[in-house]
């Protein structure tokens, strides 16, 4: 408790607390001579010499924390910031269209991250995926099958934007579009390359891994 009291006037920096970005970002941290100790088990960390309080969290939260204002700035994958950008906007269009937001909040735009500067680590690749022998020879031929990310939002707005252009293609750009999207998108926490092994996706969209990349 006597630590959070003494968080204020300080920035707060999220890192993320473990996974490929960890090791990059406190490597950065020593370069720039920020000085810290954490203690076991504590998620925050005040820097000695600069009025700075680290934040050690998930990479995923990151965008979140940062976009809603708990916390100043903070380090994260790209791959990170758009899957919360374009969830936030898919989250206001809903409520706009369902009139649940209200007039005073129909002027304020979604809260997302402004991508300052890149630092040129943890370079990676979100892609579909299947496997290299298997039947799917290209993303359209996944459209209306079961797809395995934890980039769900992201892997909706691209099936959705695949299924309209195939649409456009078949109807003519002037036909009306429902926009219900046929492909169902499978969120998943983790092992998202084992959701075709066991038979729960017919291919991912995850970060470069074993799987053939179309």
Do not use: W
């Not at 459209?143 to 990310?149: C, L």
């Amino acid at each position: 408790m006597d630590l959070v009291n003494r968080l204020e006037g300080r920035l707060l920096f999220a890192v993320p607390k473990k996974g490929r970005l960890n090791q990059a970002a406190l490597n950065l941290l020593e370069g720039a001579d920020i000085q810290f100790s954490r203690e076991n088990s504590l998620d925050i960390a005040l820097v000695k010499n600069l009025p700075i309080a680290l934040v050690f969290l998930p990479a995923a939260d990151i965008p979140t924390f940062v976009g809603e204002g708990r916390v100043d700035l903070g380090i994260t994958g790209y791959d990170q910031v758009r899957e919360h950008e374009v969830g936030v906007r898919a989250l206001y269009q809903k409520r706009r269209f369902s009139d649940t937001v209200a007039p005073v909040e129909e002027q304020t735009r979604p809260r997302v991250c402004e991508t300052i500067m890149n630092l040129g680590f943890g370079a990676c690749k979100l892609q579909v995926q299947v496997p290299e022998k298997g039947r799917y020879q290209s993303p359209k031929d996944l459209i209306g099958k079961n797809i395995g990310t934890s980039f769900g939002h992201l892997a909706e707005q691209y099936f959705r934007n695949l299924e309209l252009g195939e649409f456009n293609q078949i109807n003519g750009a002037n036909a009306c579009y429902n926009g219900k999207i046929k492909t169902n998108i499978i969120e998943l926490s983790g092992s998202v390359e084992a959701a075709y092994a066991l038979g729960v996706a017919d291919g991912i969209v995850d970060l470069v891994g074993k799987f053939k990349l179309r």
